[in-house]
């Protein structure tokens, strides 16, 4: 990969990826299904955990789920609305984060 094909990724999102095992899980899974995306029940199937802490980690909610560390806040995630069913999808953006910590990850640092 040559330096003008190199992707900034903000640090706060690598941050925020390896402070919650949820939210590293959910972005993990929608990557996996790239390009396609999943309805929140099943997203919590996959991820094994309660709807509302996935929905917390997609979309903020309270103290506990800080918007601004949101997934689809960050970029990583968009969710499309249709017929009253919402879609959470990787973006173009997420995946390559996701390529990026999976290398980091594998990688033996250190």
């Not at 396609?36 to 917390?56: C, F």
Request: proline residues 3%; contains cysteine; aromatic residues 10%.
């Amino acid at each position: 990969m040559g330096s003008e094909d190199m992707i900034f990724i903000n640090p706060t999102i690598i941050r925020s990826l390896n402070k919650s095992k949820l939210r590293k899980k959910i972005v993990y899974f929608l990557y996996d299904i790239h390009p396609h995306g999943t309805y929140l029940s099943e997203l919590s199937r996959r991820v094994k955990s309660d709807p509302s802490n996935v929905l917390g980690c997609l979309k903020g909610m309270g103290n506990r789920y800080n918007g601004s560390s949101s997934l689809i806040e960050l970029g990583l995630v968009n969710c499309d609305g249709k017929e009253g069913m919402k879609i959470y999808q990787m973006t173009t953006y997420g995946k390559t984060v996701v390529e990026y910590l999976k290398d980091y990850d594998s990688a033996d640092n250190w």
